[in-house]
């Protein structure tokens, strides 16, 4: 759970524009491309009991790049599962419904075997030595793939003050150092100037939170009559936009 100390916060654990709906009409995601790269957004949702978030991602890639990474991903996943140690060996069989072309290619790419598609679908035997170094070079471009994606996450917390008090707390990742003082600045929602506390953690996550109770009422204001909320942030060039649907569900929750 985060928890705000008066305004300072504990180091938190860590449109060319055409929305790419989710199935449900229930969707708690959105996924647009900004700019040349992916951005999703996830309103606010219960987190734990008493914490609600609502977060934007900001990948360095398109949505086509992150949609291909995701395939891979998905590829050595099922390769790594399909990967199986025997008594002296492994044995690498990829099932007839979990088999395509990009299963084939990761398996040539990563282990320079040239497999056919029969060979993979019947079994293919590798001796320990090999089985294991293949497995290690799966996790390792695993973990690469993974990296390529990494979004700059920027999240909205509704949570409580150490005293109880209900308040609102902005983070996202920031170059800063953790020894520095909490500072004030001038934070820009919806192009109206609210007066934040800014702060640091040993993770260089920055995290502002409102001054006062005015700039409190201020932001509840903003993410309570609109549906997307967009923040100026101290460091950051561009804008970021927060979808604040459930919001005042949220924050009635919260203060029962």
Same mark, same amino acid.
């Given at each position: ?12 654990? @860590? ?27 996830? +309103?606010?949702?219960? +987190? ?25 991903? /998905? ?16 044995? $690498? ?19 320079? $075997? ?31 793939? @993974? ?38 600045? /001038? ?16 993770? +260089? ?32 060039? /561009? ?13 009635? @929750? $919260?203060?029962?």
């Amino acid at each position: 759970m985060m928890k705000l100390f008066a305004f300072t916060l504990i180091p938190f654990l @860590a449109f060319q524009t055409q929305l790419a709906f989710a199935n449900s009409l229930h969707q708690s995601t959105l996924v647009e491309e900004q700019n040349g790269k992916r951005v999703s957004y996830s +309103h606010f949702q219960s +987190h734990e009991p008493s914490e609600y978030r609502a977060t934007t991602l900001y990948s360095q890639i398109s949505k086509k790049k992150y949609d291909e990474f995701q395939q891979t991903l /998905d590829s050595l996943s099922i390769i790594e599962q399909s990967l199986v140690p025997s008594e002296d060996d492994y044995v $690498l069989k990829i099932d007839q419904d979990k088999y395509n072309e990009r299963l084939q290619w990761a398996i040539r790419f990563i282990s320079g $075997l040239k497999v056919t598609e029969t060979q993979i679908k019947e079994g293919i035997t590798l001796s320990q030595k090999k089985g294991t170094l293949y497995r290690q070079r799966l996790e390792q471009y695993s973990e690469a793939t @993974a990296a390529k994606m990494r979004p700059d996450r920027y999240t909205v917390f509704l949570t409580h003050t150490t005293t109880g008090t209900p308040s609102i707390a902005i983070q996202w990742p920031g170059y800063c150092r953790p020894d520095t003082m909490p500072e004030r600045s /001038d934070v820009l929602v919806n192009n109206v100037t609210v007066k934040m506390k800014v702060s640091c953690d040993s993770e +260089h996550l920055m995290t502002t939170v409102p001054e006062s109770p005015k700039a409190l009422q201020q932001l509840k204001e903003s993410f309570s009559r609109e549906t997307w909320v967009t923040m100026k942030f101290p460091q950051k060039k /561009d804008e970021v936009k927060f979808w604040t649907v459930n919001f005042q569900e949220s924050w009635d @929750a $919260l203060t029962r």
